[in-house]
C-alpha cells in the first residue's frame, strides 16, 4: 500500500497535500534504481501533480509511442533518451512508423526520411521495447488482465483496452515512455473507478442488414463519437460477435469524438447490463440511432460518390490473419487495374503467419501489397511531409477505404478525395480503377 510517510519526499501535491508515494517509489526516486528511473518516476509525479492525482499505480503493461521521423524532432529525442540507458520495465510494445522497415524502397520512401526512421530500431532493442510497430497490438497476444493499470498510446488501442479488455488505461502521450521505464502511472482520469461510469445511453435501432460489415460499424462509431465528444457512451441494441466489428467500431468513436471507454451490456468488459454500465445512476441524455444517422455519417466523411479510384487502403486498425485471408480470396485469380495501389496493412507478425498460409503472396500475385509497421496518414504521403521532400501534393487523389478513421483524416493530412465503401467495394474499385459507374 503507498504511504505517506513523515520522511516522505515533499513532492506532489494532493489537493494541496503531498502525494502518496510508497516507500519503494520514495526510494526509486532517489536515484536508488539509478538515474533514468528517478527522472522516469520524477516526470510521473509531476504529472500526476498537475492532475492531483492522490498516488501512483503499478501499471503491468506499456504500449509504447510512436516515434516517427515525420515529426521533427521525434526520432532524434529518443536517441538522446536512449543514451542514458534507460530499460523497460514492464513489458512494452511499440506504435506504428511513418514506413514499412523492408519495403520503404519499393513504396517511394524517400531515402533521408528512411534512414532517419530505421535508427529507432536500435535503441528500441537496447531498452527492450518489443518492435511490433502496430496500433493493434491486443492481437498480438498483449491482453493485460481485467482491472489491471496499463498505459497506452494510440487511441484505437486504448478504447479497445478500456471498452473490450477492461484494462485501465488513459490516452497516453509522450509521458508513457516514462511509464514504461519506471512501471507506474498516477491515479488519474480513466484509473478511477468513477470516471468509467456510462455518460450517455444510445438505443441502436437499425435493421440487422444494415448493420453487418466493418463499415456499418465504422458508420455507428462516426455517428455516436460525433455527439458525446470526449464522453463514456452506453450502446444498447447491438450483438455483434466479431472482434473486427469492435475494433473498427471503437476506432471511429475515439475519432470522430475522442472516446476512450465505452459500455455495450452484456459484450464489453465492465457492463452485464445497462445498469451496470451507468454504475446505477440515469444517463444524462438517451439518443434512438436508426439508418438515416449510419447514411448521414457516410456523408458526413466520404467526400465524392464514385469515379476514378487510385489508392485502396484495408487495413486500418491494422488487420488480423482471418481478415488478410478474407481479401487474399477475394483477390485469388484477379488483377487489380493498372495505376491503382492497393495497401492491406498489419504487423509484420501477422505478415510472417500470412505468409506461411500463402494469402500475402495471393494478394501480392493480384497486384497488391502487404504493408507493415505504418498506414498511409502516418507515412511520406501526408502533404506536409510530401512538401519536405519534395514528392508530388497530394501524393494521391482518390482513396477508398472501409475505415471510418482513415476516410476522416485522409482529406486533412494527404489532401486526397475520399471514398468510404465496404471491403467487397474496395476491392472491386481496385480491380477496375472506379467505382459507381
Ligand atoms: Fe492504425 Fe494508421 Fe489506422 S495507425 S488505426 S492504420 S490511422
Redesign the pocket.
Known sequence: MPIRGDDAPLRGSYKGEYMYLSKEEEKNLSGEEGEPVAEAIDYMVKFGEAFDAERLLDIVYVHYPAEMAIYEGSVEDLMEYAEKRPKVSVPTTS??LCMDLDQWKAMGVPEELAIKQMEVVRPHKEMGVLGTY???PYLLGFIPPKDSYIASV?S?AVIYYNSMLGAWTNRGGILTKYSAVCGKYPEMGYMLKENRKGTHLFRIEVEKENLQTFLDYNLLGIHVGSIVGSEVPVLDGIRTQKQEHIIGMG?TLATSGSVSLYHIPGITAEANTIEDAFHGDCPKETFMVDVNDLNEARNQVSTIDGGKVDFVLL????YNLGQLRGVALMLQGKKIAKGVKLWV?TNRMTKLAAEWQGYAQMIEAAGGRVVCD?????SHMRSSTCKSYGLPTPYIEVMATE?G??AR?VKDLIGCETLLIDRKNCIKAALKGRWGE
Open positions: 506504435s506504428t502496430t496500433c493493434t494510440e484505437s476506432a487495413g486500418c486498425p491494422h496493412c505504418s498506414c498511409p496518414v502516418e475505415s478513421k482513415m483524416y
